[in-house]
T-cell receptor, first 114, second 115 residues
Framework: DTAVSQTPKYLVTQMGNDKSIKCEQN?????MYWYKQDSKKFLKIMFS???????INETVPNRFSPKSPDKAHLNLHINSLELGDSAVYFC?????????????FGQGTRLTVV | AQTVTQSQPEMSVQEAETVTLSCTYD???????LFWYKQPPSRQMILVIR??????QNATENRFSVNFQKAAKSFSLKISDSQLGDTAMYFC????????????FGQGTRLTINP
């Protein structure tokens, strides 16, 4: 069973379109995250949710809207896609980070905007 | 603010050799955790090893060990008897114990193990 699964794995779309990436975790974790990995492989947090509540929003354009229908799911919707949105987007989940657990990552969604 | 710096963009060693990847970090907190994650070509992020800042003993996991120097804010990863499967991007990361937790990553080091 995949612990953190996100779909799709690959997404190619045109500028201006709207797209969504879905994420589900079956680990019973309270916290879920979206990270963006750019073309230089740099990983940066975008959002975190704890029990469906938005905790972290790291100065991400408001074209990006996360939604957490329940604590096992965190989706990312992107409006009016731009070329600069091309990246790999990782979903992750965790309990209390560090002492008891690590963050578990999905396999990433490679988004290409053309 | 947390920052993590990996100063070696790329490294390359022969199979069976030992390699050390460097990482420095900056934080004003006393209670934090440090991690090394591995990202092979499959793109999956895999935890290699973790260290709790309040523990002086360096963490080890089989062939992987860290050299944690708290005063110097240094957290290097040593891979012994390197294997071809160790070829990957390696990311150092930190997280504060409390408040809104987030992993802050370094820029990554691309490690290649040559046969």
């Amino acid at each position: 069973d995949t612990a953190v699964s996100q779909t799709p794995k690959y997404l190619v779309t045109q500028m201006g379109n709207d797209k969504s990436i879905k994420c589900e975790q079956n680990l019973g974790h309270d916290t879920m995250y979206w990270y963006k990995q750019d073309s230089k492989k740099f990983l940066k947090i975008m959002f975190s949710y704890n029990n469906k509540e938005l905790i972290i929003n790291e100065t991400v354009p408001n074209r990006f809207s996360p939604k957490s229908p329940d604590k096992a799911h965190l989706n990312l919707h992107i409006n009016s896609l731009e070329l600069g949105d091309s990246a790999v987007y990782f979903c992750a989940s965790s309990g209390f980070l560090g002492r008891d657990t690590e963050a578990f990552f999905g396999q990433g969604t490679r988004l290409t905007v053309v | 603010a947390q920052t993590v710096t990996q100063s070696q963009p790329e490294m390359s060693v022969q199979e069976a050799e030992t390699v050390t990847l460097s990482c420095t970090y900056d934080t004003s907190e006393n209670n934090y955790y440090l991690f090394w994650y591995k990202q092979p070509p499959s793109r999956q992020m895999i935890l290699v090893i973790r260290q709790e800042a309040y523990k002086q003993q360096n963490a080890t996991e089989n062939r992987f060990s860290v050299n944690f120097q708290k005063a110097a804010k240094s957290f290097s990863l040593k891979i012994s008897d390197s294997q071809l499967g160790d070829t990957a991007m390696y990311f150092c990361a930190s997280v504060h114990c409390c408040g809104a937790q987030k992993l802050v990553f370094g820029q990554g080091t691309r490690l290649t193990i040559n046969p």
